[in-house]
């Protein structure tokens, strides 16, 4: 397994997660990592992207709430998720080089 996500669950409205992302080194060596989402009947979209230097972008919908940040030592990188809205309710799926992590479903209930 190249990508290996996990950290997904039910939570209320307002409530938090983390999600974690395993990958090989080949694939995260210095290398741009990123989280996208997929909710029902709608396209995969980007959450969230790292760049091997510490560089982080976010979409429009979870600046403010989410971090994305890496442990080079551990090659994995994380999905901080904070004040979670209904709207947040998707399979997350970590991404890096070409390949995709298997998906991890978040539920938030309001």
């Known amino acids: 397994v190249q990508l290996q996500a996990s950290g997904g669950g039910l939570v209320q409205a307002g409530g938090s997660l983390r999600l974690s992302c395993a990958a090989s080194?080949?694939?995260?060596?210095?290398?741009?990592m990123a989280w996208y989402r997929q909710a029902p009947g709608k396209q995969r979209e980007l959450v969230a992207q790292i760049t091997g230097s510490g560089s982080t972008y976010y979409t429009d919908s979870v600046k403010g709430r989410f971090s994305i940040s890496r442990d080079n030592g551990k090659n994995t990188v994380y999905l901080q998720m904070n004040s979670l809205k209904s709207e947040d309710t998707a399979v997350y799926y970590c991404?890096?080089?070409?390949?995709w992590g298997q998906g991890t479903q978040v539920t938030v209930s309001s």
């Open positions: 991404y890096g080089q070409g390949w």
């Open positions: 080194g080949s694939i995260f060596s210095n290398n741009l």
